[in-house]
T-cell receptor, first 115, second 112 residues
Framework: DVKVTQSSRYLVKRTGEKVFLECVQDMDHENMFWYRQDPGLGLRLIYF???????EKGDIPEGYSVSREKKERFSLILESASTNQTSMYLC??????????????FGPGTRLTVT | DAKTTQPPSMDCAEGRAANLPCNHS???????VYWYRQIHSQGPQYIIHGLKNNETNEMASLIITEDRKSSTLILPHATLRDTAVYYCIVRALLVAGNMLTFGGGTRLMVKP
Protein backbone atom coordinates (compact mmCIF):
# COMPACT_ATOMS: atom_id res chain seq x y z
CA ASP A 1 0.00 0.00 0.00
CA VAL A 2 1.29 3.40 -1.03
CA LYS A 3 2.41 5.54 1.82
CA VAL A 4 3.53 9.09 2.37
CA THR A 5 4.13 10.07 5.97
CA GLN A 6 4.74 13.47 7.51
CA SER A 7 6.56 13.99 10.77
CA SER A 8 3.82 15.84 12.61
CA ARG A 9 0.06 16.31 12.25
CA TYR A 10 0.03 19.48 14.34
CA LEU A 11 2.83 21.91 15.09
CA VAL A 12 2.91 25.23 16.97
CA LYS A 13 5.96 27.44 16.58
CA ARG A 14 6.91 30.99 17.50
CA THR A 15 7.69 33.79 15.07
CA GLY A 16 11.33 33.71 14.05
CA GLU A 17 11.89 30.03 14.83
CA LYS A 18 13.43 27.71 12.26
CA VAL A 19 10.94 24.98 11.39
CA PHE A 20 11.58 21.61 9.76
CA LEU A 21 8.79 19.60 8.18
CA GLU A 22 9.76 16.07 7.17
CA CYS A 23 8.17 13.87 4.56
CA VAL A 24 8.98 10.24 3.80
CA GLN A 25 7.59 8.03 1.02
CA ASP A 26 8.02 4.30 0.63
CA MET A 27 7.11 3.95 -3.03
CA ASP A 28 10.55 4.62 -4.52
CA HIS A 29 9.08 7.65 -6.30
CA GLU A 30 11.44 10.05 -8.01
CA ASN A 31 9.23 13.14 -7.64
CA MET A 32 8.30 14.77 -4.37
CA PHE A 33 6.33 17.94 -3.72
CA TRP A 34 5.50 20.39 -0.97
CA TYR A 35 2.21 22.28 -1.09
CA ARG A 36 0.39 24.54 1.28
CA GLN A 37 -3.37 24.67 1.48
CA ASP A 38 -5.27 27.72 2.70
CA PRO A 39 -9.03 28.38 2.74
CA GLY A 40 -10.14 30.11 -0.44
CA LEU A 41 -6.72 29.74 -2.07
CA GLY A 42 -6.71 26.03 -2.78
CA LEU A 43 -3.48 24.07 -3.00
CA ARG A 44 -0.32 25.98 -3.94
CA LEU A 45 3.02 24.43 -4.85
CA ILE A 46 5.99 25.59 -2.80
CA TYR A 47 8.83 23.39 -4.13
CA PHE A 48 9.25 20.11 -5.88
CA UNK A 49 12.12 17.73 -6.45
CA UNK A 50 12.56 15.28 -9.30
CA UNK A 51 15.71 13.61 -8.00
CA UNK A 52 18.03 13.47 -5.03
CA UNK A 53 19.66 16.86 -4.42
CA UNK A 54 17.54 18.42 -7.19
CA UNK A 55 14.88 21.02 -6.48
CA GLU A 56 12.69 23.39 -8.39
CA LYS A 57 10.72 26.39 -7.17
CA GLY A 58 6.99 26.21 -7.34
CA ASP A 59 4.50 29.05 -7.23
CA ILE A 60 5.28 30.39 -3.75
CA PRO A 61 8.87 29.53 -2.69
CA GLU A 62 9.58 32.75 -0.79
CA GLY A 63 10.37 32.13 2.87
CA TYR A 64 10.94 28.40 2.32
CA SER A 65 13.78 26.11 1.40
CA VAL A 66 13.94 22.36 0.83
CA SER A 67 16.37 19.51 1.15
CA ARG A 68 16.45 16.13 -0.56
CA GLU A 69 19.48 14.14 0.53
CA LYS A 70 17.83 10.74 0.10
CA LYS A 71 15.30 9.58 -2.45
CA GLU A 72 12.63 8.77 0.10
CA ARG A 73 12.87 11.95 2.17
CA PHE A 74 11.97 15.53 1.30
CA SER A 75 12.23 18.24 3.92
CA LEU A 76 10.63 21.67 3.95
CA ILE A 77 12.40 24.35 5.97
CA LEU A 78 10.98 27.61 7.18
CA GLU A 79 14.13 29.61 7.88
CA SER A 80 12.39 32.17 10.11
CA ALA A 81 8.74 31.35 10.66
CA SER A 82 6.21 34.15 10.29
CA THR A 83 2.52 34.28 11.11
CA ASN A 84 1.57 34.32 7.41
CA GLN A 85 3.08 30.85 7.15
CA THR A 86 0.36 29.44 9.37
CA SER A 87 -1.20 26.86 7.08
CA MET A 88 -1.77 23.22 6.26
CA TYR A 89 1.34 21.76 4.61
CA LEU A 90 0.98 18.77 2.36
CA CYS A 91 3.71 16.56 0.97
CA UNK A 92 3.17 14.39 -2.12
CA UNK A 93 5.13 12.04 -4.32
CA UNK A 94 4.76 10.59 -7.79
CA UNK A 95 6.53 8.39 -10.27
CA UNK A 96 8.85 9.94 -12.82
CA UNK A 97 6.88 8.23 -15.57
CA UNK A 98 5.53 11.26 -17.41
CA UNK A 99 2.16 9.59 -17.74
CA UNK A 100 1.89 9.38 -13.98
CA UNK A 101 3.32 12.65 -12.83
CA UNK A 102 -0.06 14.01 -11.85
CA UNK A 103 -1.02 10.80 -10.08
CA UNK A 104 0.30 12.13 -6.84
CA UNK A 105 0.09 10.47 -3.45
CA PHE A 106 -0.35 12.81 -0.55
CA GLY A 107 0.57 12.61 3.08
CA PRO A 108 -1.93 13.42 5.85
CA GLY A 109 -0.71 17.01 6.17
CA THR A 110 0.86 19.08 8.93
CA ARG A 111 -1.18 21.90 10.36
CA LEU A 112 1.37 24.53 11.35
CA THR A 113 0.46 27.45 13.56
CA VAL A 114 2.97 30.27 13.97
CA THR A 115 2.26 32.55 16.92
CA ASP B 1 -4.11 25.68 -18.59
CA ALA B 2 -7.80 25.03 -19.05
CA LYS B 3 -10.05 26.32 -16.31
CA THR B 4 -12.62 24.07 -14.72
CA THR B 5 -16.06 24.81 -13.34
CA GLN B 6 -17.73 22.61 -10.75
CA PRO B 7 -20.88 23.04 -8.66
CA PRO B 8 -19.91 24.07 -5.13
CA SER B 9 -21.95 21.36 -3.43
CA MET B 10 -24.06 18.27 -4.05
CA ASP B 11 -25.99 15.76 -1.97
CA CYS B 12 -26.33 12.07 -2.66
CA ALA B 13 -28.22 9.30 -0.89
CA GLU B 14 -26.14 6.44 0.47
CA GLY B 15 -26.08 3.51 -1.93
CA ARG B 16 -26.99 5.63 -4.93
CA ALA B 17 -24.69 6.72 -7.72
CA ALA B 18 -23.05 10.10 -7.26
CA ASN B 19 -22.52 11.98 -10.52
CA LEU B 20 -20.17 14.91 -10.24
CA PRO B 21 -19.95 17.20 -13.27
CA CYS B 22 -17.03 19.29 -14.42
CA ASN B 23 -16.95 21.82 -17.21
CA HIS B 24 -13.66 22.43 -19.02
CA SER B 25 -14.70 24.08 -22.25
CA UNK B 26 -11.23 25.52 -23.00
CA UNK B 27 -9.41 22.21 -22.70
CA UNK B 28 -6.70 21.70 -25.30
CA UNK B 29 -5.80 18.53 -27.14
CA UNK B 30 -2.88 17.47 -24.93
CA UNK B 31 -4.61 18.06 -21.60
CA UNK B 32 -5.85 15.29 -19.36
CA VAL B 33 -8.73 15.42 -16.89
CA TYR B 34 -7.77 14.40 -13.35
CA TRP B 35 -10.00 13.87 -10.35
CA TYR B 36 -8.91 14.05 -6.74
CA ARG B 37 -10.86 14.15 -3.53
CA GLN B 38 -10.09 15.40 -0.06
CA ILE B 39 -11.79 13.99 2.96
CA HIS B 40 -11.88 16.33 5.92
CA SER B 41 -8.52 16.61 7.74
CA GLN B 42 -6.75 14.35 5.24
CA GLY B 43 -4.47 14.93 2.27
CA PRO B 44 -5.93 14.81 -1.24
CA GLN B 45 -6.41 11.39 -2.79
CA TYR B 46 -5.99 10.62 -6.48
CA ILE B 47 -9.11 9.00 -7.97
CA ILE B 48 -8.83 8.69 -11.73
CA HIS B 49 -7.76 10.47 -14.91
CA GLY B 50 -8.46 10.31 -18.64
CA LEU B 51 -7.75 11.90 -21.98
CA LYS B 52 -10.73 11.19 -24.21
CA ASN B 53 -11.88 7.65 -23.58
CA ASN B 54 -14.05 6.75 -20.63
CA GLU B 55 -12.10 5.25 -17.77
CA THR B 56 -13.02 2.99 -14.86
CA ASN B 57 -11.10 1.80 -11.84
CA GLU B 58 -11.97 0.34 -8.46
CA MET B 59 -12.98 3.71 -7.10
CA ALA B 60 -14.91 5.43 -9.87
CA SER B 61 -15.74 5.91 -13.52
CA LEU B 62 -14.87 8.93 -15.62
CA ILE B 63 -17.06 9.87 -18.56
CA ILE B 64 -15.62 12.48 -20.94
CA THR B 65 -17.86 13.97 -23.61
CA GLU B 66 -16.89 13.52 -27.22
CA ASP B 67 -15.93 17.19 -27.60
CA ARG B 68 -13.99 16.90 -24.29
CA LYS B 69 -15.54 20.10 -22.98
CA SER B 70 -17.03 18.43 -19.94
CA SER B 71 -16.74 15.29 -17.87
CA THR B 72 -18.54 13.43 -15.11
CA LEU B 73 -17.07 11.49 -12.24
CA ILE B 74 -19.32 8.65 -11.17
CA LEU B 75 -19.17 6.94 -7.79
CA PRO B 76 -21.45 3.97 -8.50
CA HIS B 77 -22.60 3.21 -4.95
CA ALA B 78 -21.82 6.14 -2.70
CA THR B 79 -21.10 5.47 0.97
CA LEU B 80 -20.87 7.86 3.91
CA ARG B 81 -17.09 7.63 3.62
CA ASP B 82 -17.29 9.21 0.16
CA THR B 83 -18.30 12.51 1.76
CA ALA B 84 -15.48 14.81 0.64
CA VAL B 85 -14.53 17.70 -1.60
CA TYR B 86 -13.98 16.50 -5.16
CA TYR B 87 -11.60 18.37 -7.44
CA CYS B 88 -11.53 18.28 -11.22
CA ILE B 89 -8.17 19.33 -12.65
CA VAL B 90 -7.08 19.71 -16.25
CA ARG B 91 -3.38 19.42 -17.03
CA ALA B 92 -1.08 18.55 -19.87
CA LEU B 93 1.19 15.60 -19.18
CA LEU B 94 4.10 17.69 -18.02
CA VAL B 95 4.23 21.40 -17.50
CA ALA B 96 7.50 22.30 -15.84
CA GLY B 97 7.12 24.04 -12.51
CA ASN B 98 3.36 24.05 -12.70
CA MET B 99 1.94 21.10 -10.91
CA LEU B 100 -1.42 20.42 -9.36
CA THR B 101 -3.52 23.41 -8.43
CA PHE B 102 -6.89 22.75 -6.90
CA GLY B 103 -9.78 25.11 -7.34
CA GLY B 104 -12.91 25.19 -5.22
CA GLY B 105 -14.13 21.69 -6.02
CA THR B 106 -17.53 20.15 -5.26
CA ARG B 107 -18.40 19.34 -1.67
CA LEU B 108 -20.25 16.02 -1.85
CA MET B 109 -22.38 15.12 1.12
CA VAL B 110 -23.54 11.51 1.20
CA LYS B 111 -26.58 11.16 3.41
CA PRO B 112 -28.01 8.02 5.03
Amino acid sequence: DVKVTQSSRYLVKRTGEKVFLECVQDMDHENMFWYRQDPGLGLRLIYFSYDVKMKEKGDIPEGYSVSREKKERFSLILESASTNQTSMYLCASSSADRRMIYEQYFGPGTRLTVT
Amino acid sequence: DAKTTQPPSMDCAEGRAANLPCNHSTISGNEYVYWYRQIHSQGPQYIIHGLKNNETNEMASLIITEDRKSSTLILPHATLRDTAVYYCIVRALLVAGNMLTFGGGTRLMVKP
